[in-house]
């Protein structure tokens, strides 16, 4: 099993084994060379690392996912948070919570095989290739959702963000994080979910 499929599958690897393999990852795709930042996500440690190569240059701690956790295999409504590799595709700095930093969720792997397992049509996975090509957002209408990202509580109880997982799939931080984190952020950015 490769690193990506094992990701995507949610077997446990160690935080530390993870960076490393990360980072062999990007070297060989060229997805995040060292010298730029990305941003992890562990899911099970609740953290959200901006990075640079394998160092963390700033760490959020006690991050929500979705309710009902995370998940390789993700389709709409399931409440759960992604797992894999993603970009950046849009920020938004005026939300509901806040700052929304998009992600481009569903990515081509998630459709890909959501179209060879027969949970999306030919014309859902046509439209999702479609806007990878012409570098827009995703659609969420499809079997696989959408409007995955990255935000702030906005109005929320920041008491139930402390206690509880409490999205619909997204990443929360509290406004304050997230104001924070936006000055890391860039478009296309890498974001590695596990």
Same mark, same amino acid.
């Given at each position: 099993?490769?690193?990506?499929?094992?990701?995507?599958?949610?077997?446990?690897?160690?935080?530390? @084994?993870?960076? @490393?393999?990360?980072?062999?990852?990007?070297?060989?795709? /060229?997805?995040? *060379?060292?010298?730029?930042?990305?941003?992890?996500? $562990?899911?099970?440690?609740?953290? #959200?690392? +901006?990075? !640079? /190569?394998?160092?963390?240059?700033?760490?959020?701690?006690?991050?929500?996912?979705?309710?009902? /956790?995370?998940? &390789?295999?993700?389709?709409? !409504? $399931?409440?759960?948070? *992604?797992?894999?590799?993603?970009?950046?595709?849009?920020?938004?700095?005026?939300?509901? =919570?806040?700052?929304?930093?998009?992600?481009? =969720?569903?990515?081509?792997? =998630?459709?890909?095989?959501? #179209?060879?397992?027969?949970?999306?049509?030919?014309?859902? =996975?046509?439209?999702?290739?479609?806007?990878?090509? !012409? /570098?827009?957002?995703?659609?969420?209408?499809?079997?696989? &959702?959408?409007?995955?990202?990255?935000?702030?509580?906005?109005? &929320?109880? *920041?008491?139930?963000?402390?206690?509880?997982?409490?999205?619909?799939?997204? @990443?929360?931080?509290?406004?304050?994080? +997230? $104001?924070? %984190?936006?000055?890391?952020?860039? %478009?296309?950015?890498? +974001? %590695?979910? %596990?």
């Amino acid at each position: 099993m490769n690193f990506r499929n094992a990701l995507l599958l949610g077997v446990p690897v160690s935080r530390a @084994v993870f960076k @490393v393999l990360a980072a062999i990852c990007f070297s060989w795709s /060229g997805a995040a *060379p060292a010298d730029e930042t990305w941003i992890l996500i $562990d899911t099970n440690e609740r953290t #959200l690392s +901006v990075m !640079q /190569g394998e160092k963390p240059l700033r760490e959020f701690h006690n991050v929500s996912i979705g309710r009902n /956790g995370s998940t &390789g295999q993700k389709i709409s !409504q $399931d409440k759960k948070t *992604p797992l894999g590799a993603f970009r950046v595709s849009r920020i938004k700095n005026d939300s509901v =919570y806040h700052r929304f930093i998009g992600l481009n =969720y569903p990515d081509l792997d =998630y459709a890909r095989r959501a #179209l060879e397992d027969g949970l999306i049509s030919p014309a859902d =996975y046509a439209a999702i290739l479609a806007a990878h090509e !012409q /570098g827009r957002e995703p659609p969420a209408n499809t079997p696989l &959702g959408g409007f995955i990202g990255i935000h702030g509580i906005g109005d &929320g109880d *920041p008491r139930i963000h402390e206690e509880y997982n409490w999205t619909e799939g997204c @990443v929360a931080l509290s406004n304050e994080e +997230v $104001d924070d %984190l936006a000055g890391w952020i860039r %478009l296309n950015m890498v +974001v %590695l979910i %596990l």
